[in-house]
């Protein structure tokens, strides 16, 4: 999986595309971020949330389907430790639930602050 990769301190917005069913079926929406350790390929069970994305819905347009954009504002990212992450989102669909294939996410040093 190639990450996403962005600078500390930089807005991370990712696109999580609504590909089958009516996204006004989605009754809840949650999205987080968790920090892979060096030497790993994945995050441990329990291993606590580093971010947590703000959610806002988007529209169709053109080729692009609805959907919604996840967002980490550039305070939270400048928080954050260069390094590998992985995120996903949960969400509540008729009664059941969906989590999403994790993302990876890297985090590089910035030169300015």
């Not at 989605?26 to 291993?47: C, E, F, L, Q």
């Not at 954009?69 to 260069?82: K, Q, R």
């Not at 390094?83 to 999403?100: F, K, M, Q, S």
């Amino acid at each position: 999986m190639t990450p996403f990769s962005y600078q500390r301190g930089e807005t991370i917005s990712i696109a999580l595309d609504a590909v089958t069913g009516d996204p006004l079926t989605v009754t809840a929406i949650s999205a987080v971020m968790k920090s892979v350790p060096p030497g790993r390929t994945g995050v441990p069970d329990g291993a606590p949330v580093t971010a947590t994305f703000s959610i806002s819905p988007r529209a169709a347009v053109g080729d692009i389907p609805p959907g919604w954009t996840l967002t980490i504002d550039a305070v939270t990212s400048s928080m954050l430790t260069a390094g590998n992450y992985l995120a996903d989102a949960r969400l509540e669909v008729a009664g059941g639930v969906i989590v999403t294939e994790p993302v990876a996410i890297r985090i590089k040093p910035s030169v300015t602050p």
